[in-house]
């Protein structure tokens, strides 16, 4: 589907100006934070397309916020769920652990200062 590509500035952009709702198909990216998190070899192909110098800042900023109670996944599900306009972020689960522990995110209540932040680092793009 050539309709389903990262949002890069101008679609973000849009999107905050018309107050268009958007779905993120890979709100989790891949798994890539959580894997960098964990200290796990990244697959190239998640590498290729999720390793940018604002998620390497956004990354660095989160290894020293994130606790058991609020995970990289959690806060990485929260950023959808604030933006300036509707978003849902979809993901699929390799395993029902790994469903039970995203659906952790619905639950907990993130540093809001700290969202804010990586609102900030993600539109340096």
């Not at 268009?20 to 890539?32: E, I, N």
């Not at 590498?47 to 916020?65: A, G, P, W």
């Amino acid at each position: 589907d050539k309709t389903s590509v990262l949002m890069d500035q101008p679609t973000y952009a849009y999107h905050k100006q018309q107050s268009k709702s958007a779905m993120a198909y890979m709100s989790t990216a891949r798994g890539y934070f959580a894997i960098r998190m964990a200290g796990n070899p990244i697959p190239s192909y998640v590498n290729d397309m999720y390793q940018t110098s604002v998620n390497d800042k956004i990354f660095e900023f989160l290894r020293e916020h994130v606790t058991e109670e609020c995970t990289i996944t959690d806060y990485m599900l929260q950023y959808f769920w604030t933006q300036p306009f509707p978003a849902v972020p979809i993901t699929s689960f390799l395993s029902k652990e790994h469903l039970v522990s995203t659906m952790h995110s619905i639950e907990v209540k993130c540093d809001e200062d700290i969202l804010k932040q990586i609102h900030a680092m993600r539109e340096l793009l």
